[in-house]
C-alpha cells in the first residue's frame, strides 16, 4: 500500500481484498477509459445529430430520430459515424484520468481526513475530487474534441483523426487544438461534478431503502446499483452542463462568434443564440445520451474493476453497525 501522508490514515483492504494502492489507480484508469471509449462510441450517432441541431437549429428541427433520418437521406449511413475515431480515443485518454483520477483524489482524502469525517463530508469530496480529476482529463481530451466537431460540422474536412490533426495544425496552430478549452471547462467540471456527486447520493440511497451495503451484495446488484443512479446522475448532470456544451460546439465552428479574443467570440456567440436557447436545443437529444451513456459508464466500470479483481471504493459509516 502506498505511504500515507504526515497525520493521515491508510485505509484497510475492502472486503473484496481490494488495497487501494498504485495498481489500484492504474486498475481504476483502465477501467475509466474502456468504459468512456465504448459509450461514447456506442452513441457517436446521437452525438452527431445533437451536435447538427446545436450548429444549425433551422435546419435540424425534427427531433433526433427526424435529425437521424435527414442525415442518412443527405449524406448516407456512415455520416452517423462522423468523429467515431476522434471520440472513441479522446474519450478513453479522458476516461482514463477522470475516473483513475476520481478515485485517487477521492481516496486520498479519505486517507488524510479519516473515514468518520470523510463520511460526514462525502459529497464536498465528490465534487473536489471530481473538478481536479476532470480538469487534468480536459487538457487531454480538448485537442480531440476540437477535432471531432470539426469532422461534424464539416463532413470533408477530413478523413480521420490524423488527418483532421495535420489540417488543423496546418490551418490554425496549436492554439486551435485549445479554441474551445474555456467552453470545455465550463461543460465538463460542473457535468463531472454532479455527475459522480449525484451517483453516488444516488447509490447510497438505493443501498439504504434495500437495507444494504456495497459490501454485502453480489457484483451483479451492485453493477445493477450503478445503472440505476447512473441514470439519474446522467441528466442532472446534462441539464447543468448543457450551454455550454452548445457553446463549445458552435465555438468549433470555423468562423463561429467573429475574429476577436476567446471571450468576445463567446459572447457574441451567446448574444447570437439566447439564453432560451443555449439552455434548450438540443437539451432531449442531450438527456437521452448523456443519462445513458452515464448509466453505461458506471456499469461497465465496476464490471470491468470486477474483472480486474478490484472493488471501488464506497464511502461508509465507520459507526453504523452491520
Known sequence: MSPALPGSVLLAPSPAGTKYDMMYYLKGAAAGGICCSITHGALCPVDVVKTRVQLDPVKYNSGLIGGMRQVVAEEGAMALTTGLGATAFGYFVQGWFKFGGVEFFKIKAVETMGEEKAWDNKTGIYLASAAAAEFIADIFLCPLEAVRI?????????????????????ADGIGGFYAGFIPILFKQVPYTMAKFAVQGDAADRIYASMGTTPAQCSNG?????????GVIAGVAAAVISHPAD???????????????????RLMNIAAETGIVNLCTVGLLPRCVM?????????????????????????????????
Request: aromatic residues 8%.
Open 221 to 229: 446488484t451492485n453493477v445493477t446499483v450503478s445503472l440505476a443512479s
Open 290 to 322: 448523456i443519462g445513458t451513456l452515464t448509466a453505461g459508464q458506471f456499469g461497465i466500470f465496476d464490471t470491468v474493476m470486477n474483472a480486474l479483481g478490484a472493488s471501488k471504493y464506497h464511502f461508509h459509516d465507520p459507526n453504523e453497525k452491520h
Open 246 to 264: 452548445t457553446l463549445l460546439s458552435k465555438v468549433n465552428k470555423a468562423g463561429a462568434g467573429g475574429s476577436g479574443s476567446m471571450a468576445s
Open 150 to 170: 470539426r469532422s461534424v460540422s464539416d463532413p470533408e474536412f477530413c478523413d480521420g483523426l490524423a488527418d483532421g490533426f495535420a489540417k488543423m495544425l496546418k
